[in-house]
């Protein structure tokens, strides 16, 4: 399902019911765009899950790397400072 931007006002509570209790998928568009989309929990719990299983993965990779190069980490400390947080 695709609404527009300017038309969701007056079918956010239609729309919503949808998504909530249909499982629909909703896309948001602007001039034809699709600029954001609203989805259920239950899609949401699982797109948050494979971005964690994602970045769990992608740091396996990065100590497996450093045991292989024989690096030593940063201590968080230090990464701070150099990122400027």
Do not use: C, F
Not at 27 to 54: F, H, N, P, Q, Y
Not at 66 to 83: C, D, E, G, S, V
């Amino acid at each position: 399902m695709t609404v527009n931007v300017v038309k969701l006002r007056s079918k956010l509570a239609d729309t919503v019911n949808r998504v909530a209790y249909q499982g629909e998928r909703v896309i948001l568009e602007r001039r034809g765009t699709g600029v954001a989309a609203i989805v259920s929990m239950e899609d949401l719990a699982l797109i948050e899950k494979l971005e964690d299983e994602a970045d769990a993965k992608a740091a396996r990779k990065a100590l497996e790397e450093m045991k292989r190069k024989k690096l030593k980490p940063i201590p968080w400390t230090k990464a701070r400072k150099q990122l400027g947080l």
